[in-house]
C-alpha cells in the first residue's frame, strides 16, 4: 500500500519516503561513503563526505527546481535512514530515472524493491509521467532484479556521461 499527502512524502507499508533535509547529511555520508554500496556508483568508490554533501545539495536544489525528486528513505518504525529513492530528471536527455542507493545494512530485505515501487507509481499516477527509466552498471544484477520486479525491462546498453549503462524502462500502467 503507498500513500501519499502530497508531493513531498509518502509511506508504504514499512518505509517513509520523505524529502531530505541538510540535517540528514552525516547518516547520508555514512552510507554513501561505504565502499560496498559506492562501488555500483559511476566513480566505482564511496562518496567522500564533501562528495555526499555535493549529493544531497544537488537533491535539495533539485526539488526546489522540478518540484520532484529523491527522497529519504527511513524505517517507519525506527525512524533510522535507510538511503534514498525517487525520481531524478537527467538533464542530459530530458529523461526521468528512478535511482535507489541504501545502506549495506538494508540489502536483500526488499526495502529497494517496496521504495522504488512507490517512486514509479509517484511518478505515474502523481506526476503523470509517460515514462521512467533506470540506469545500472551491467554487472549490478541486485539493481536490475529490483527493477524488473517493478515491471521495468531492459532495453539496451547506454554510454552516458562516459560511463557503460544497462537501460531499463517502464511505460505508463506496467507496475508490477
Not at 512507490?118 to 502523481?126: D, I, M, S, Y
Not at 557503460?164 to 524502462?169: E, F, T
Amino acid at each position: 500500500m503507498v500513500e501519499s499527502n502530497n508531493h513531498k512524502e509518502i509511506r508504504t507499508d514499512r518505509l517513509y519516503l520523505r524529502r531530505f533535509s541538510k540535517e540528514n547529511l552525516d547518516a547520508y555520508a555514512r552510507i554513501m561513503g561505504d565502499h560496498e554500496v559506492g562501488k555500483w556508483f559511476p566513480k566505482g568508490d564511496g562518496y567522500t563526505h564533501e562528495e555526499a554533501r555535493r549529493s544531497l545539495d544537488s537533491i535539495l536544489k533539485h526539488w526546489d527546481k522540478h518540484g520532484f525528486g529523491i527522497w529519504a528513505v527511513t524505517d517507519k518504525e525506527k525512524g533510522v535512514l535507510l538511503g534514498r529513492c525517487g525520481l531524478n530528471l537527467i538533464t542530459e536527455t530530458s529523461e526521468v530515472e528512478v535511482d535507489f542507493v541504501l545502506g549495506r545494512n538494508w540489502w536483500r530485505r526488499g526495502y529497494a524493491t517496496e521504495a522504488t515501487k512507490a517512486a514509479l507509481a509517484h511518478g505515474f499516477e502523481t506526476l503523470k509521467l509517460d515514462r521512467i527509466i533506470a540506469l545500472t552498471k551491467p554487472e549490478n544484477i541486485a539493481s536490475r532484479r529490483v527493477m524488473e520486479k517493478n515491471g521495468m525491462r531492459y532495453l539496451k546498453k547506454r554510454r552516458i556521461l562516459g560511463h557503460d549503462l544497462c537501460l531499463l524502462r517502464n511505460f505508463k500502467g506496467r507496475i508490477c
